[in-house]
């Protein structure tokens, strides 16, 4: 049997990252497309030639043509560009939805059995228009967002507790921004959700806030860190997982950017939510009952994104 054929769709600091690791994972031969000429190439042999060390089989290429991710099982997409100073949230949005456009198209034209994962910002909108643009099925184009946010949140919670981070689990829902929601009743430590730990003395109410906050000021504190450029190994790390799910038909529950039709309240719209991932790609959504307090903070998560949706159709109006 051939092995899986995934498409990097963006060769940049995730793109690269995410070649890097699927390799050393032996997910599949891997190839590697940017409009920049010479970086996928130089990626994809630097990573190769990383091979008789590593003792991996994959076979690793660099493109300018679409032609080239013919039949991918596996498209990750992390093309675009990243918001510079003087740039209005406009600015990127019109820029990016040019590149969604024509990254859907060349999906659609020669991966379109694809399962899509989109990791380029404003992520829940840019899914929203990968998809409409490429025209595949809801169910085979998500975003990565919440499995990064749960992987910041359980690093956080694992220092604040002193335990491995194996044992904390997450759960962020919401879009991927300011306004995203990390529920601190469905996470728990060994199985003990969070509230009950304050219950327990363990931490407290304060620490806790803080936390949420650290986890929502993620993405913010790593630009901070390294100002140039934004956090790349913990979102290719994140999106490596999503795509192993559907590869190996593991029915993760991961959440992610999906398209939801009924669940949560909502009717045909991509949002950050819990969901099953395998072959099937999102195999469910799960119809999660919030407390008063998670549905307010959620319904301003949706109000944010369906705004740049606006933005989006307002930009490219065959997009209405
Ligand atoms: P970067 O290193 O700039 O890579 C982007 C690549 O896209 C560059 O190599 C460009 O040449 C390439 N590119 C630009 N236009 C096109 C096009 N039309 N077709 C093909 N390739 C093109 O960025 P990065 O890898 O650090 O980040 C990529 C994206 O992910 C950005 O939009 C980030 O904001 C976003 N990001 C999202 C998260 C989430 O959690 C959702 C986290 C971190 C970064």
């Not at 728990?188 to 363990?202: E, F, K, N, Q, S």
């Not at 993620?218 to 192993?244: H, R």
């Amino acid at each position: 049997m051939a092995r899986p054929k995934i498409a990097l769709i963006g060769a940049g600091q995730i793109g690269g990252t995410l070649a890097h690791l699927a390799a050393l994972k032996e997910l599949g031969d891997i190839v590697l497309f940017d409009i920049a000429e010479g970086t996928p190439e130089g990626k994809a042999l630097d990573i190769a030639e990383s091979g008789p060390a590593e003792g991996f089989d994959a076979t690793l290429s660099g493109t300018q043509s679409y032609a080239d991710i013919a039949g991918a099982d596996v498209c990750i997409v992390t093309a675009g560009v990243a918001r510079k100073p003087g740039m209005s949230r406009d600015d990127l949005l019109g820029i990016n939805l040019k590149v969604m456009k024509s990254v859907g198209e060349g999906i659609a034209a020669h991966a379109p059995d694809a399962f899509v994962i989109c990791i380029t910002n404003p992520l829940d909108a840019m899914v929203w228009a990968l998809r409409e643009f490429s025209g595949l099925p809801h169910e085979k184009v998500c975003g990565m967002a919440g499995v990064l946010d749960s992987a910041r949140f359980r690093h956080f919670l694992s220092l604040e507790f002193g335990v491995s981070m194996r044992d904390v689990s997450a759960f962020v829902l919401g879009g991927h921004g300011d306004t995203m929601v990390p529920l601190a009743r469905y996470s728990t430590v060994g199985g003990i959700p969070l509230p009950d730990l304050v219950d327990m003395g363990w931490t407290t109410q304060d620490k806790l806030d803080a936390i949420i906050q650290r986890t929502r000021d993620g993405g913010a504190e790593i630009v901070g860190l390294l100002k140039t450029g934004s956090a790349f190994y913990a979102p290719a790390t994140s999106a490596i997982e999503m795509a192993e799910a559907y590869l190996k038909d593991q029915k993760r529950v991961l959440p992610c950017a999906a398209y939801v039709d009924g669940a949560l309240g909502l009717n045909g719209f991509y949002v950050g939510v819990p969901t099953v991932i395998g072959a099937g790609g999102i195999e469910k959504v799960i119809d999660i009952k919030m407390n008063k307090d998670e549905q307010s903070m959620f319904d301003k998560s949706v109000d944010a994104v369906k705004g740049l949706v606006k933005a989006c159709k307002e930009i490219d109006p065959s997009l209405a």
